[in-house]
């Protein structure tokens, strides 16, 4: 009932921002000229709003993402508002893992140092279907991806954290959808069925396993005694390219619930607070709501299940890679 209040009112929470925040407003008056960041779609919806402010606050940021035309067309759109915008575009397609492994190893060429790492891009209520890799696409693309892409890029994030002093910050986007998925949270052994296979549950199981890796990466972060933090964050319920799968639905649903809806800069607020904002410092496996702290479900607290799947999607990765 709270969260409802909040969505409707915009009540602000401890952080001193709420459902109404936008990312510019959490992100004002900070300075951030001397971090790079690495954002996956930014080049459309929350990404691209997320690509906006994080250049607005001097970050260097590469957008990391498959259609290098729109990711081009939206380099510019940002150019043109901000032209000392540092802003670069690299291709990456989460749903090949030859893709980022090229990617990462394309980003390490440049010897560039790389503060924040920000896993936005996704699919959603996908029809049933099957990665190159032969993953269901959205846990292939979602989590798979996403992790592969993370603990390759891990190293530079540790030296450039050693090297600078500046903590670095891990942001994966999950969704209040996590808390609807299958009865035992990931079907390990059915993970690319078609029977059984719901769109809705293979999506809420992909952004579980975003909060799950999260918390075991913190977890392992910690344990190293690495100047890195790794979050979750739930960023609202916005109409954007996410939805194409159900867009004649979310449209119908909209008119009876307009009140939960966000916009973009709204929807970008919670990754953007988490990735720049000082109050979150030191801040590790936590999961966020509206720029303030929330309790997932069981399942994504399961520190069992964590291991379990962090565990799976490497074996899974070896068996594809063949490493």
Known sequence: MVGVISLVTGMIGPSGFGSASTAEQVTQGIDAANLTAIITGGASGIGLETTRVLALRKVHVII???????AKEAKQRILEENESARVDIMKLDLCSLNSVTSFVDNFIALDLPLNILINNAGVMFCPFELSE?????????????????????????KQTAQATGVEGRIINLSSIAHNYTYIKGI?????????????????????????LHTNELSRRLQEEGVNITANSVHPGVIMTPLMRHSSYLMHFLKIFSFYIWKNV??????????A???????????????????????????????????????ELIKSILKV
């Open 64 to 70: 990391a993402v498959r259609n290098m035309v729109s």
């Open 133 to 157: 890799d032969g993953i269901e696409m959205q846990f292939a693309t979602n989590h798979l991806g996403h992790f592969l892409l993370t603990n390759l890029l891990l190293e530079k994030m």
């Open 187 to 211: 079907r390990f052994n059915k993970i690319n069925e078609r029977k059984g296979y719901g769109n809705k549950k293979a999506y809420g199981q992909s952004k579980l396993a975003n909060i």
């Open 265 to 274: 800069p709204q929807g970008a607020a919670t990754t953007c607070y988490v």
């Open 276 to 314: 720049l904002h000082p109050n979150v410092k030191g801040v590790t496996g936590k999961y966020f709501v509206d720029c303030n702290l929330c309790k997932p479900s069981a399942h994504a607290k399961n520190k069992d299940l964590a291991k379990k799947l962090w565990d799976f999607s490497n």
